[in-house]
């Protein structure tokens, strides 16, 4: 029942467009991640989703209710913010309990609920702790704490992970996912990291230049973006310019013969790694540039006439050697230019 | 529900009712008698009388006391800049024992009543001081009494603390790996710091270097001590010309000349302010380092030029104190219990040192209720507006202090505001110029405090009111204490207007300190020096305080 909607909500700030006519709705329970790039309007629509920021037009409603006018104090939607915003005057206790104070629930309720919360994130026996003293992951922590002890139907995270570090962020992304789940929580979490997006999202949706540019299973998302663009915020790498043509996509790779639905004119091509197969007759022939490591697998970036792509790469493959590369049609995505 | 509720934002209201109780005080106790006290010299006979401006400007009497005080303001602004400079550069890099300690001794001498300064350069300089007793060793008669030179130390005394805090805050601001960035590509320590660190610190020097232009142009407790009857400052000519020649006339037109100064300078601070901004903060790390190698040399010759700028002063003052004719005793203090034989004083000091005590509670109350809430409407403003509202905010602190007393006296004369009896009259004057500090310390201070927390607090389902009382208010409560204390000590040492308004039969000490200095006879002169040494005392505690509970950054600029 307490599904979030968005509708047809813009902002300016002055003559920059910020949003620009955002729909959103997010299902009782489940997990969204914002991805966008850096001044994509997505941490706005955050703050006009919690009532810090008034949209110029549209309207947000929670659970049935419209609250686009309604004051952030009045919404009961807990936020974690990016830089955790811990009261520094205040001890963890007092940070975790601030919400329940301010709904009137009395200190005996308040020390239990403080204690159950710090439980739920695992920081037991951190009551007295000064925010100052805490590392980065506990403040990160505290500050989830906080804004999940009033209970509220609907999380909002801004860059929940982003200040950090790699190893840290894996294990606490892990962690957030089982929580939602567990507490039966409405989350929106913003990012611009799409590891974390598809880490801790039901859904992702993708926000451009103020406007949702397409909203999907992680897997749709990541697979089959509906733009370059999109493609570009996902990591996806391998994304050729294409033209409709007679029997296919005419491509810098050659004319590739995939289904390329209703789509018509210039479009974009992603030739994902698992799309290229090495095999010594075949059509693109490529020098290989670079040999890495991704998470573990090695990937040889590899210059085929001019385009540089990423391929899976063979273990006996040095920088130099010239490899021949099939691409399989049925791996390969047409969307948007 | 209107927009500002809505955002979970105080009103517009708020802020003009924020800005309603600073603008009528300093409305009734700063802008009608400074009006009031220029209207009254300019007006003959019901009509302006414009020519008088002309005329005492080009009076060779202006033109000498006006040309004296610039350069003296000049020269001392300089001095004071090039002799802190090695401070700052202390107190934004290094580590060393006894650092804090020396920071919170630094700003004494800047609270210390200037007639205490006076008292003790006139000891120090004086033919029994160490400086004549040095002369004599190499067989000159040194007596730096009535001076210019005594003036100029007097200042550079008085406000190093304003550019060794002012500037060393900046300093400890500016990155060091930019420094680091500038050796490794062949820039010597020299070339380093005028290319790199010191453009990052032109901002703060400007800043400081107007301020102390602003006191030491203004300056009038130390001139007139120090000064004696040949050398005077515009501020002293007023108090001259008012108090002994009733010449209004003449006394209008000098307080004109110094507001167009002090305006000036204003604005050369603002400018300064503008690009104050420019040194980034590196979060976190500490910037200080112990020394090495030949900054051993530099911190030793600094902690030792420092102590001795402003500790032998203030040494030699404690010692007068007890110096008494039959050798080294508490005369002089007892003496301080009793209106006594041969003492100048209407009243015994002691009763000085309760009235001022009492006065200074009240006037620092005061001045943290008009000056926060001054604060709070500022920090509200944004833009121009905010620029040109903090700005007269800050002027009580150029406007000379003689020309706020006596406006007060002929201002505050008549129904419906016949405040010359009134209790309230000397905390109100004295409030008027502690407000400046109080702001200066606040603002800063409440736009420090995270917009962040504000949201969260809403976030978590508090109303505007209780955002501020639970994150503002809490943040505050440090500088809050801060000021308060400053104010206090401010209070204490205020002598320029105070000196107009006071009752005889109700001193303060700066005021019963420059009766017993303007007697003759030793005993009179010890009193003065063992009351200086009290009131040194006080504003030293009260000080202390200040950096034991409240906020440490008060007084910078």
């Not at chain 1, 590891?195 to 397409?214: F, H, S």
């Not at chain 2, 300019?42 to 005492?56: F, I, K, Y």
């Not at chain 2, 003492?343 to 943290?368: K, W, Y």
Request: glycine content about 10%; hydrophobic content about 50%; overall charge neutral.
């Amino acid at each position: 029942m307490s599904s979030l909607t968005v509708r047809g909500v813009s902002k300016a700030f002055g003559a920059l467009t910020v949003l620009d006519g955002v729909d959103l709705t997010v299902e009782d329970g489940s997990t969204l991640a914002l991805l966008g790039p850096s001044g994509s309007g997505k941490s706005t629509l955050l703050r006009i989703v919690a009532g810090l920021e008034q949209p110029d037009v549209g309207s947000v409603h929670l659970g049935g209710d419209e609250v686009t006018h309604r004051p952030a104090h009045r919404r009961g939607v807990g936020v974690v913010f990016q830089d955790q915003a811990l009261f520094p005057h205040l001890d963890v206790a007092g940070n975790v309990g601030f919400g329940l104070r301010m709904a009137g629930v009395d200190r005996a309720e308040r020390s239990v609920r403080v204690r159950d919360a710090l439980g739920v994130v695992g920081l037991s026996g951190y009551e007295h702790r000064d925010p100052a003293t805490l590392s980065g992951g506990e403040a990160q922590r505290v500050a989830l704490a906080r804004a999940l002890a009033p209970r509220p139907e609907v999380v909002l995270l801004d860059e929940p992970l982003a200040a950090l570090d790699q190893l840290l962020r894996e294990r606490l992304l892990v962690e957030l996912r089982s929580l939602f789940d567990e507490l039966d929580v409405t989350v929106v979490a913003v990012t611009h990291d799409p590891t974390e997006a598809a880490a801790l999202g039901d859904r992702i949706a993708v926000l451009l230049d103020g406007a949702i540019a397409q909203v999907g299973t992680p897997g749709e998302v990541i697979a089959a973006p509906v733009s370059t663009a999109v493609a570009g915020l996902v990591g996806q790498r391998n994304v050729l310019a294409g033209r409709v043509v007679e029997g296919g996509v005419e491509t810098a790779l050659g004319v590739l013969p995939v289904d390329v639905g209703r789509a018509r004119g210039d479009v974009g091509v992603l030739v994902p790694p698992s799309a290229l197969v090495p095999t010594s007759d075949g059509d693109v022939r490529s020098v290989v540039c670079g040999l890495l490591y991704r998470s573990g697998t090695p990937v040889a970036v590899v210059d085929a006439g001019g385009v540089m792509l990423d391929v899976l790469a063979e273990p006996r493959w040095a920088v130099g050697d010239a490899v021949a590369l099939d691409v399989d049609p049925a791996g390969v995505h047409v969307m948007a230019r | 529900m209107n927009t500002a509720e809505r955002t979970g934002r105080a009103p517009r209201a708020v802020t003009a009712a924020a800005f309603a109780v600073p603008v009528a005080f300093l409305g009734v106790f700063f802008a009608v008698p400074v009006a009031t006290l220029i209207s009254t010299g300019l007006r003959a006979g019901g009509r302006w009388d414009l020519g008088a401006v002309g005329e005492v400007l080009t009076s060779p009497t202006t033109r000498s006391v006006a040309w004296f005080t610039l350069w003296q303001a000049v020269l001392s602004t300089a001095v004071t800049v090039v002799a802190a400079l090695p401070a700052a550069w202390l107190i934004g890099r290094i580590r060393f024992p006894g650092r804090s300690l020396l920071v919170a001794a630094l700003i004494v001498p800047f609270v210390l009543p200037t007639v205490v300064v006076g008292t003790a350069f006139l000891a120090v300089l004086g033919p029994d001081g160490p400086v004549a007793a040095l002369g004599g060793v190499v067989g000159f008669d040194v007596d730096l009494r009535r001076t210019a030179t005594a003036v100029i130390l007097a200042h550079v005394f008085f406000n190093y603390a304003v550019v060794a805090r002012t500037v060393g805050a900046t300093w400890m601001a500016v990155d060091p790996a930019a420094e680091d960035a500038a050796r490794t590509l062949g820039a010597d320590r020299w070339t380093t710091f005028r290319t790199v660190t010191l453009p990052q610190l032109r901002p703060a020097l400007a800043g400081a270097a107007s301020i102390v232009f602003l006191f030491t142009f203004t300056s009038f407790g130390v001139v007139k001590i120090l000064g004696g009857p040949r050398i005077a400052t515009i501020e002293v000519e007023i108090h001259r010309l008012t108090t002994q020649l009733l010449d209004l006339r003449t006394a209008s037109v000098l307080s004109l000349l110094q507001l167009v100064a002090v305006i000036a300078a204003l604005a050369l601070y603002r400018r300064a302010g503008a690009r104050r901004g420019s040194a980034r903060t590196r979060a976190g790390r500490s910037v200080l380092h112990r020394p090495a190698g030949a900054e051993h040399w530099g911190v030793a010759a600094t902690i030792a030029s420092a102590a001795l700028l402003v500790g032998v002063p203030i040494a030699t003052l404690v010692w007068r104190s007890f110096d008494t004719a039959g050798g080294p005793g508490l005369g002089y203090y007892r003496a301080l219990g009793s209106t006594g034989r041969g003492s100048a004083l209407f009243v015994p000091p002691a009763e000085a040192v309760r009235n001022s005590l009492v006065i200074g509670a009240a006037a620092a109350t005061t001045a943290l209720v008009v000056g926060g809430l001054a604060a709070v409407g500022l920090h509200r403003l944004g833009g121009r507006a905010r620029g040109v509202a903090d700005s007269s905010f800050m002027l009580p602190l150029g406007v000379s202090a003689v020309t706020v007393g006596f406006g007060f006296l002929i201002a505050l004369d008549e129904p419906p505001l016949d405040l010359r009896t009134s209790p309230l009259l000397i905390p109100a004057a004295q409030a008027v110029i502690a407000i400046p500090f109080v702001v200066r310390t606040l603002l800063p201070a409440l736009d420090a405090v995270p917009a962040r927390l504000r949201e969260a607090a809403a976030a978590l389902g508090a109303p505007p009111h209780r955002v501020w009382w639970e994150v503002d208010a809490r943040l505050l409560r440090r500088p809050a204490l801060g000021a308060l204390g400053f104010a206090y000590a401010i209070s204490l040492g205020e002598f320029g207007a105070t000196v107009f308004i006071a009752r005889a039969d109700a001193p303060t000490v700066p005021v019963a300190i420059f009766r017993a200095l303007s007697q003759p006879g030793a005993l009179n002169v010890g009193q003065a020096m063992a009351l200086s040494t009290v009131l040194l005392a006080l504003t030293a505690a009260v000080m202390l305080l200040v950096d034991r509970v409240g906020d440490a950054r008060v007084g910078g600029f």
